[in-house]
């Protein structure tokens, strides 16, 4: 949903890069609704492994529970957002989620200009 979000908001201006430490097969359904309820597609996204070259590529590392599994590099600007998981989730549990991702990616686009 950050990576919908910031891709939406911030169009070319700044390059979204997606992954994760443990990705699920597919993406999860209730977060697509909820991103499609705002007119953001997601379905066409792929979960994808974190990787040290893409850390690396980085200017701006978002992480949401990586802990010890994200590397680490001096110079890049990290930030660990403490949200709920929206796996295993219904609807309207995930939109306060989704809301939440919105907000804070605004405040990111923000910043960087």
Not at 35 to 40: H, L, T
Not at 60 to 79: L, Q, S
């Amino acid at each position: 949903m950050a990576a919908g979000w910031l891709a939406h908001l911030a169009g070319d201006r700044i390059e979204v890069r997606s992954a994760g430490s443990a990705p699920a097969s597919a993406v999860n359904p209730v977060a697509v609704e909820a991103m499609a309820e705002v007119g953001i597609d997601i379905t066409g996204e792929q979960p994808k492994v974190l990787t040290v070259d893409a850390v690396q590529a980085s200017d701006v590392v978002i992480t949401m529970g990586c802990g010890d599994a994200c590397p680490i590099f001096p110079g890049k600007r990290y930030e660990d957002w403490q949200l709920d998981d929206p796996a295993g989730q219904g609807i309207e549990a995930v939109r306060p989620i989704r809301d939440e991702i919105r907000t804070r990616i605004e405040k990111l686009i923000s910043e960087l200009r």
